[in-house]
């Protein structure tokens, strides 16, 4: 069992940057794959990026390839979300999630909107 809660969201501009976070409760962090996931308006939540439970193995969706970084501090019981050159279409509400494939844990999320 894990809560989780996001943070860092915001209203920026296109080109922007900004790092989400994602923090977990207990001493369970490091047993779980993590991953990242956001919900645009009218459309169906999508996946973002993953990390495995030691942070040696990510991937990432196409469209965030070489502009999102996933990370994590397990000392810290944290996951985080580096998003750079954000664009319009970057908009939606953010969710971190515990536990593939099933996706058992997930937080209440962080509204992130970029303006052109």
């Known amino acids: 069992q894990v809560q989780l809660v996001e943070s860092g969201g915001g209203l920026v501009q296109a080109g922007d940057s900004l790092r989400l976070s994602c923090a977990a409760s207990g001493r369970a962090f490091s047993r779980y794959s993590m991953g990242w996931f956001r919900q645009a308006p009218g459309k169906e939540r999508s996946f973002v990026a993953s990390?495995?439970?030691?942070?040696?193995?990510?991937f990432y969706t196409d469209s965030v390839k070489g502009r999102f970084t996933i990370s994590r501090d397990n000392a810290k019981n944290t996951l985080y979300l580096q998003m750079d050159r954000l664009k319009p279409e970057d908009t939606a509400i953010y969710f971190c999630?515990?536990?593939?494939?099933?996706?058992?844990?997930w937080g209440p999320g962080t509204q992130v909107t970029v303006s052109s």
């Open positions: 990390i495995d439970r030691s942070g040696e193995n990510t």
């Open positions: 999630a515990a536990d593939p494939p099933t996706w058992d844990y």
